[in-house]
């Protein structure tokens, strides 16, 4: 059993230095004392959400720090031999050799200046694990494995000439290719559209499968781990909360955290029954200045009172042109907007105060929605004065209520939102869309850049506030379990259209058009073999077709 | 929050500059156009520096140049600021032909080096305080407007700016509200910087003969009129090219301090 | 036709059009200042006759913009006219002085190029490090000097405290080139003195953007030595930068090339315009800040050029 060890971490700790402004510099530490153990071939995964240093801890099986982080405690033995204090030279032999590396970017870790092939090939002719023929004949072949198009000529082409899919896989081929012991995966699908995501995530399996690799597995995403790793690691906040095979801990987590992380996603939200509409658009096109073609064809959907309707889409699909051109930012080139039984004026110019107020938008980054130079008080207290003219103790007052409605309490007033955290952040940006008593709140992907715990507390505010403030949402986001969590209604846009819309119940349920199908299907779910089943699923279809 | 060494450094000098240029009248021991001693005499308790080349005393000159120098380069680089900054936040928030008309015009200037383009207004204008500050602080102007235009655009894009334009704000309170306040502190450095390009193209243009005329001096003049006595080895000579690049690096230090400040404020969001 | 050289050709007409754009801002904008050339020439106690007959003489009395067409085709055409002072033919009394120019600044250019890529080169290795916080400090001080006070800087250091040099560079027709080397030596130092720190502080900054860039951590992390990782992954990306830093100095070296020849009394192209300023010279004037301008106008274009070839997203689309 010894002999099968390839990485064993014992007490890791890793620590980093930190210059908040106007203060002197002072030490973190970002993992505290964490143990790891990995056999040859197996796959571990690395959980938790963000500060929970688990890109931290994949690297340093490199012996690595990133931006200044420091291995300053602990053991790390590689293949039977300690590298935390290792030698540059020591390190060098190893890295790209026995251990190699997967990130999230591809895009940004290619050199943009130098061809796919000779990326690809390079560690394995630097280290001498190969000749450049057999190199090259290998990285053909994992360019086939892994499913990437024309692979004999694939490594011909530059980084920015492939898709964004395509260089994940080029990556994972690149990390493959010297015949390493070991590949760190830190998020690689994170980025990608969940359609996409789907079929890298496949091909990464089935190399690692196929190579006899053993991996670290990084991410923020249960349900994708769960398709790959043997076993599991859930961290928070640089400590190690749970290990188990991957099926205990999906089916039988033994700690509250990990049992918080694996029902993330099952929040459910009954549907309203139809209600006569709050907001109606009809045959609206649009397009950007100075482009050639419509970002928006034909959209017609409506809102009912006090409901939500969810704008389900990929990046590309037009949906957050939609809510630009539902607040005027964009007037549509043809097509009506009826809000509350009166049509609104298609350019921002031609809206009425009222108007203004009726219709509110929460943003995807809170950070960049709210100004850092005001306080919440004033940020919250802006929309009260502007519209209802209030001031001094009676806009104090009513900011108050407003922050308690959005469970944030009291002392929150003078703070700055760089005093926030991501969700309180989240929150002051609901309150101030509420501040203006609208009938129509647009929310563009709000939860997305939120952990997956913290966003689970948004949807469940606004479904709160919904029933209090009788407000209707309309929800643009491109992850389908948040829509299951909060639509009435839902919109599938592709392209630019709509392709299926309805009540929840009605789009949700078969039969699907190919588009949804596809889209239905590949959200990862959090089961263990279910890449599998799908996967085969659609083999079967295609082989049917 | 504790000022680094360098800040203090730059911010005693700097002040210690504009305190001795504010009552030159004051300090200086001479008269600034009178030969009071010898030709070239060291420096002794009487002339702490020496005399120059016709006997005058090298310190009192200083102290009057000085003035001339940071008064030329205050008014110029206020000028430059005002006319720069106003031009690029309605560039940035007009945007279209406004911004086009005036984007091209600044190009256009710049597209030249400014002590040619000075050079070139200079062999017409005739040569007074007045026309000197003019020339400077619009050349000037060029930079302060490319760099409050960008950052003006670099905020004007920000959802919070986008969330006022919904709610209905008007124009007035999305510069002086949402942008200016988060584009303030960038420009407070850059300022620092435009004083220093104006001492330095004050200073140029009178060592060229070109810039303030007698019997006023400054700096560049001074460094001009003195040149003869450094061939015969006087290091007296060299005081006003050291009291330029002192007050150029030491409101460098300052501007320095100011933009790491602003740009950890930037960054510094914890973890 | 290929979109590199679509994109290339774009900007060298950009580059034209900018230049005919100058050239009528010196021609015209002028003449929209307040001064009166025939005054200017004349003085103050000219009698109108004398000045209503030199305006005739001059032209003065065309509208201004048949007197810029007349100019610009004098200028496409090589002459630019004669001197109001001394009535020489500029052309000729600029040939010469071009030359010496020239010379003073590709001496300049030929040291503080490889200089400052190297020092920029060390101080990116080591940022952060003495190394670098000692290039840094030095440079910072230098930046922050005029071109002529750190002249005096450097002739009190050169002359008199190590007496090595003459304080003053003349050159002749008929000079060896290495004669002319020794006398340009101190003004060559002074202007490297006063580019390099520029120069240098940008490479390095230009470097340091390459050095951060997620792929040059995909390389350190293939276990490749620092050399490869700067030579194979980091170069190959900071041309484009470099070369417009470079480019951008050399034009900063064309107003550092004309103080520095007053400072030394080096007769050429810089000096004469600097005289020519105080006497009122206007068509001097004008014709030697065209060629200042067109100059400078070119290096920036070859930047942006080089800038437009060296990018892989352009030479390979998708």
Request: proline share 5%; aromatic share 6%.
């Given at each position: 059993?010894?002999?099968?060890?390839?990485?064993?971490?014992?007490?890791?700790?890793?620590?980093?230095?930190?210059?908040?402004?106007?203060?002197?510099?002072?030490?973190?530490?970002?993992?505290?004392?964490?143990?790891?153990?990995?056999?040859?071939?197996?796959?571990?995964?690395?959980?938790?959400?963000?500060?929970?240093?688990?890109?931290?801890?994949?690297?340093?099986?490199?012996?690595?720090?990133?931006?200044?982080?420091?291995?300053?405690?602990?053991?790390?033995?590689?293949?039977?031999?300690?590298?935390?204090?290792?030698?540059?030279?020591?390190?060098?032999?190893?890295?790209?050799?026995?251990?190699?590396?997967?990130?999230?970017?591809?895009?940004?870790?290619?050199?943009?200046?130098?061809?796919?092939?000779?990326?690809?090939?390079?560690?394995?002719?630097?280290?001498?694990?190969?000749?450049?023929?057999?190199?090259?004949?290998?990285?053909?072949?994992?360019?086939?494995?892994?499913?990437?198009?024309?692979?004999?000529?694939?490594?011909?082409?530059?980084?920015?000439?492939?898709?964004?899919?395509?260089?994940?896989?080029?990556?994972?081929?690149?990390?493959?290719?010297?015949?390493?012991?070991?590949?760190?995966?830190?998020?690689?699908?994170?980025?990608?559209?969940?359609?996409?995501?789907?079929?890298?995530?496949?091909?990464?399996?089935?190399?690692?499968?196929?190579?006899?690799?053993?991996?670290?597995?990084?991410?923020?995403?249960?349900?994708?781990?769960?398709?790959?790793?043997?076993?599991?690691?859930?961290?928070?906040?640089?400590?190690?909360?749970?290990?188990?095979?991957?099926?205990?801990?999906?089916?039988?987590?033994?700690?509250?955290?990990?049992?918080?992380?694996?029902?993330?996603?099952?929040?459910?939200?009954?549907?309203?029954?139809?209600?006569?509409?709050?907001?109606?658009?009809?045959?609206?096109?649009?397009?950007?200045?100075?482009?050639?073609?419509?970002?928006?064809?034909?959209?017609?959907?409506?809102?009912?009172?006090?409901?939500?309707?969810?704008?389900?889409?990929?990046?590309?699909?037009?949906?957050?042109?939609?809510?630009?051109?539902?607040?005027?930012?964009?007037?549509?080139?043809?097509?009506?907007?009826?809000?509350?039984?009166?049509?609104?004026?298609?350019?921002?110019?031609?809206?009425?105060?009222?108007?203004?107020?009726?219709?509110?938008?929460?943003?995807?980054?809170?950070?960049?929605?709210?100004?850092?130079?005001q306080t919440v008080g004033t940020i919250i207290g802006r929309?009260l004065?502007?519209?209802?003219?209030?001031?001094?103790?009676?806009r104090d007052?009513r900011v108050q209520?407003l922050l308690?409605?959005?469970?944030?309490?009291?002392?929150f007033a003078d703070r700055y939102?760089?005093?926030?955290?991501?969700?309180?952040?989240?929150?002051v940006?609901?309150a101030?869309?509420?501040?203006?008593?609208?009938?129509?709140?647009?929310?563009?992907?709000?939860?997305?850049?939120?952990?997956?715990?913290?966003?689970?507390?948004?949807?469940?505010?606004?479904?709160?506030?919904?029933?209090?403030?009788?407000?209707?949402?309309?929800?643009?986001?491109?992850?389908?379990?948040?829509?299951?969590?909060?639509?009435?209604?839902?919109?599938?846009?592709?392209?630019?259209?709509?392709?299926?819309?309805?009540?929840?119940?009605?789009?949700?349920?078969?039969?699907?058009?190919?588009?949804?199908?596809?889209?239905?299907?590949?959200?990862?779910?959090?089961?263990?073999?279910?890449?599998?089943?799908?996967?085969?699923?659609?083999?079967?279809?295609?082989?049917?077709? | 929050?504790?000022?680094?060494?360098?800040?203090?450094?730059?911010?005693?000098?700097?002040?210690?500059?504009?305190?001795?240029?504010?009552?030159?009248?004051?300090?200086?021991?001479?008269?600034?156009?009178?030969?009071?001693?010898?030709?070239?005499?060291?420096?002794?308790?009487?002339?702490?520096?020496?005399?120059?080349?016709?006997?005058?005393?090298?310190?009192?000159?200083?102290?009057?140049?000085?003035?001339?120098?940071?008064?030329?380069?205050?008014?110029?680089?206020?000028?430059?600021?005002?006319?720069?900054?106003?031009?690029?936040?309605?560039?940035?928030?007009?945007?279209?032909?406004?911004?086009?008309?005036?984007?091209?015009?600044?190009?256009?200037?710049?597209?030249?080096?400014?002590?040619?383009?000075?050079?070139?207004?200079?062999?017409?204008?005739?040569?007074?305080?007045?026309?000197?500050?003019?020339?400077?602080?619009?050349?000037?102007?060029?930079?302060?407007?490319?760099?409050?235009?960008?950052?003006?655009?670099?905020?004007?894009?920000?959802?919070?700016?986008?969330?006022?334009?919904?709610?209905?704000?008007?124009?007035?309170?999305?510069?002086?509200?949402?942008?200016?306040?988060?584009?303030?502190?960038?420009?407070?450095?850059?300022?620092?910087?435009?004083?220093?390009?104006?001492?330095?193209?004050?200073?140029?243009?009178?060592?060229?003969?070109?810039?303030?005329?007698?019997?006023?001096?400054?700096?560049?003049?001074?460094?001009?009129?003195?040149?003869?006595?450094?061939?015969?080895?006087?290091?007296?000579?060299?005081?006003?090219?050291?009291?330029?690049?002192?007050?150029?690096?030491?409101?460098?230090?300052?501007?320095?301090?100011?933009?790491?400040?602003?740009?950890?404020?930037?960054?510094?969001?914890?973890? | 036709?290929?979109?590199?050289?679509?994109?290339?050709?774009?900007?060298?007409?950009?580059?034209?059009?900018?230049?005919?754009?100058?050239?009528?801002?010196?021609?015209?904008?002028?003449?929209?200042?307040?001064?009166?050339?025939?005054?200017?020439?004349?003085?103050?106690?000219?009698?109108?006759?004398?000045?209503?007959?030199?305006?005739?003489?001059?032209?003065?009395?065309?509208?201004?913009?048949?007197?810029?067409?007349?100019?610009?085709?004098?200028?496409?055409?090589?002459?630019?006219?004669?001197?109001?002072?001394?009535?020489?033919?500029?052309?000729?009394?600029?040939?010469?002085?071009?030359?010496?120019?020239?010379?003073?600044?590709?001496?300049?250019?030929?040291?503080?190029?490889?200089?400052?890529?190297?020092?920029?080169?060390?101080?990116?290795?080591?940022?952060?490090?003495?190394?670098?916080?000692?290039?840094?400090?030095?440079?910072?001080?230098?930046?922050?000097?005029?071109?002529?006070?750190?002249?005096?800087?450097?002739?009190?250091?050169?002359?008199?405290?190590?007496?090595?040099?003459?304080?003053?560079?003349?050159?002749?027709?008929?000079?060896?080139?290495?004669?002319?080397?020794?006398?340009?030596?101190?003004?060559?130092?002074?202007?490297?003195?006063?580019?390099?720190?520029?120069?240098?502080?940008?490479?390095?900054?230009?470097?340091?953007?390459?050095?951060?860039?997620?792929?040059?951590?995909?390389?350190?992390?293939?276990?490749?030595?620092?050399?490869?990782?700067?030579?194979?992954?980091?170069?190959?990306?900071?041309?484009?930068?470099?070369?417009?830093?470079?480019?951008?100095?050399?034009?900063?070296?064309?107003?550092?090339?004309?103080?520095?020849?007053?400072?030394?009394?080096?007769?050429?192209?810089?000096?004469?315009?600097?005289?020519?300023?105080?006497?009122?010279?206007?068509?001097?004037?004008?014709?030697?800040?065209?060629?200042?301008?067109?100059?400078?106008?070119?290096?920036?274009?070859?930047?942006?050029?080089?800038?437009?070839?060296?990018?892989?997203?352009?030479?390979?689309?998708?």
């Open positions: 059993m010894a002999d099968n060890t390839l990485l064993e971490i014992r007490g890791l700790v890793i620590q980093a230095t930190s210059y908040p402004p106007g203060e002197p510099p002072k030490e973190v530490t970002l993992v505290h004392g964490v143990d790891l153990t990995l056999q040859r071939g197996r796959v571990l995964g690395l959980i938790g959400e963000s500060g929970a240093g688990k890109s931290t801890i994949g690297l340093s099986a490199m012996a690595y720090g990133r931006g200044g982080v420091r291995l300053t405690g602990g053991t790390i033995t590689l293949n039977g031999r300690e590298i935390r204090l290792a030698s540059p030279a020591a390190l060098r032999s190893l890295r790209g050799r026995e251990v190699t590396y997967v990130s999230q970017s591809a895009a940004a870790s290619f050199n943009p200046a130098k061809r796919l092939m000779e990326q690809v090939i390079e560690t394995s002719i630097a280290h001498g694990v190969m000749t450049r023929p057999e190199a090259e004949a290998r990285a053909v072949l994992l360019f086939r494995k892994l499913g990437l198009p024309n692979p004999e000529t694939f490594g011909n082409r530059y980084p920015h000439q492939v898709s964004g899919g395509q260089l994940q896989r080029a990556m994972t081929a690149m990390a493959l290719c010297p015949k390493p012991d070991l590949v760190i995966f830190d998020e690689p699908t994170t980025a990608l559209d969940v359609t996409t995501q789907i079929d890298v995530l496949a091909a990464i399996k089935e190399a690692i499968r196929d190579t006899q690799v053993a991996a670290l597995y990084i991410t923020h995403d249960l349900a994708v781990v769960a398709q790959v790793a043997d076993e599991i690691m859930v961290l928070r906040h640089g400590r190690m909360v749970e290990l188990g095979e991957t099926a205990q801990i999906i089916k039988e987590p033994r700690q509250d955290y990990t049992r918080a992380l694996v029902s993330v996603r099952s929040l459910e939200h009954a549907e309203k029954p139809p209600a006569p509409p709050v907001l109606r658009i009809e045959g609206l096109t649009a397009r950007y200045r100075g482009t050639h073609f419509d970002v928006l064809k034909r959209v017609s959907v409506e809102l009912p009172k006090g409901q939500t309707l969810a704008v389900v889409g990929e990046s590309g699909s037009g949906k957050s042109t939609l809510a630009r051109a539902i607040t005027g930012l964009l007037p549509p080139s043809s097509g009506r907007i009826t809000f509350d039984g009166r049509e609104l004026s298609p350019d921002l110019a031609g809206r009425s105060k009222d108007d203004l107020r009726e219709i509110q938008m929460i943003y995807q980054m809170a950070d960049t929605a709210m100004n850092p130079r929309p004065e502007f519209y209802f003219g209030l001031k001094g103790a009676a007052r209520e308690d409605e959005i469970e944030m309490g009291k002392g939102p760089a005093e926030l955290s991501g969700g309180q952040k989240q929150r940006c609901i101030r869309a509420l501040a203006a008593k609208p009938k129509l709140i647009i929310c563009d992907e709000v939860t997305s850049a939120l952990d997956p715990l913290v966003a689970d507390g948004i949807l469940k505010l606004l479904l709160n506030l919904q029933a209090i403030e009788h407000v209707a949402y309309l929800f643009i986001t491109h992850d389908l379990a948040t829509v299951r969590a909060i639509a009435d209604k839902i919109a599938v846009m592709y392209k630019g259209q709509v392709v299926r819309y309805g009540q929840k119940s009605d789009v949700l349920a078969p039969p699907f058009d190919d588009y949804t199908d596809l889209l239905l299907s590949s959200v990862p779910e959090m089961e263990v073999g279910w890449l599998e089943q799908v996967i085969a699923h659609r083999k079967m279809e295609s082989a049917g077709n | 929050m504790r000022l680094p060494f360098s800040a203090l450094l730059g911010l005693s000098l700097t002040g210690l500059f504009l305190f001795i240029a504010i009552f030159a009248r004051w300090i200086a021991p001479y008269p600034i156009d009178l030969a009071v001693g010898g030709v070239w005499e060291g420096p002794s308790a009487k002339y702490w520096l020496g005399t120059d080349t016709i006997g005058r005393d090298i310190l009192s000159r200083l102290i009057y140049g000085g003035q001339v120098t940071i008064f030329v380069a205050l008014a110029s680089s206020i000028l430059a600021f005002s006319l720069g900054s106003f031009l690029g936040f309605l560039a940035a928030v007009k945007g279209g032909l406004v911004d086009q008309l005036l984007s091209r015009m600044v190009d256009l200037v710049m597209a030249i080096p400014s002590l040619i383009v000075a050079l070139v207004m200079l062999s017409v204008l005739p040569l007074n305080l007045t026309v000197l500050i003019l020339v400077i602080g619009v050349l000037d102007s060029t930079r302060v407007f490319r760099l409050s235009r960008a950052v003006a655009v670099d905020i004007a894009v920000m959802d919070y700016v986008e969330a006022a334009k919904l709610r209905g704000e008007g124009q007035s309170w999305v510069i002086f509200r949402e942008i200016l306040p988060n584009a303030l502190s960038p420009l407070v450095a850059e300022f620092g910087l435009r004083f220093i390009f104006a001492v330095l193209f004050i200073s140029t243009l009178s060592f060229l003969g070109l810039g303030i005329q007698p019997p006023l001096t400054d700096w560049g003049g001074m460094v001009k009129e003195n040149k003869d006595g450094l061939i015969y080895g006087k290091a007296a000579a060299l005081m006003p090219a050291a009291a330029i690049a002192a007050l150029a690096i030491s409101v460098n230090l300052v501007a320095d301090w100011v933009l790491t400040r602003t740009s950890s404020l930037k960054g510094g969001r914890g973890g | 036709m290929h979109p590199v050289l679509v994109l290339v050709v774009q900007r060298i007409a950009l580059g034209l059009l900018l230049l005919l754009a100058v050239s009528a801002v010196i021609f015209l904008g002028v003449e929209a200042l307040p001064g009166d050339t025939a005054q200017a020439i004349l003085g103050q106690q000219a009698t109108p006759e004398a000045l209503a007959n030199l305006r005739e003489k001059l032209g003065l009395n065309d509208p201004a913009i048949t007197r810029y067409f007349r100019w610009l085709g004098g200028v496409l055409t090589g002459d630019l006219g004669t001197a109001l002072t001394n009535g020489a033919d500029i052309a000729t009394s600029i040939g010469q002085r071009l030359g010496n120019t020239l010379f003073l600044a590709g001496c300049a250019a030929a040291i503080s190029v490889p200089l400052a890529i190297i020092l920029g080169l060390i101080a990116a290795r080591y940022a952060g490090r003495w190394p670098d916080k000692l290039i840094s400090g030095v440079t910072l001080t230098t930046i922050s000097l005029p071109e002529f006070v750190a002249a005096y800087f450097v002739i009190y250091l050169l002359t008199q405290v190590f007496p090595v040099f003459q304080p003053v560079a003349m050159v002749f027709p008929g000079m060896s080139f290495w004669a002319k080397l020794q006398a340009v030596a101190l003004p060559v130092i002074v202007l490297v003195v006063v580019v390099l720190a520029h120069m240098m502080r940008m490479t390095r900054a230009a470097i340091l953007n390459v050095m951060q860039s997620a792929y040059i951590e995909t390389a350190e992390l293939k276990g490749l030595s620092p050399m490869t990782v700067i030579w194979r992954h980091a170069f190959p990306n900071a041309i484009a930068p470099v070369v417009a830093v470079v480019m951008l100095n050399m034009a900063y070296l064309v107003v550092g090339v004309v103080v520095v020849e007053v400072v030394f009394s080096y007769n050429a192209l810089g000096q004469y315009l600097v005289d020519h300023v105080s006497k009122r010279d206007l068509p001097v004037v004008q014709a030697v800040g065209l060629i200042f301008a067109a100059v400078y106008i070119t290096l920036n274009m070859l930047a942006d050029v080089i800038g437009i070839i060296s990018n892989p997203r352009l030479r390979h689309p998708k």
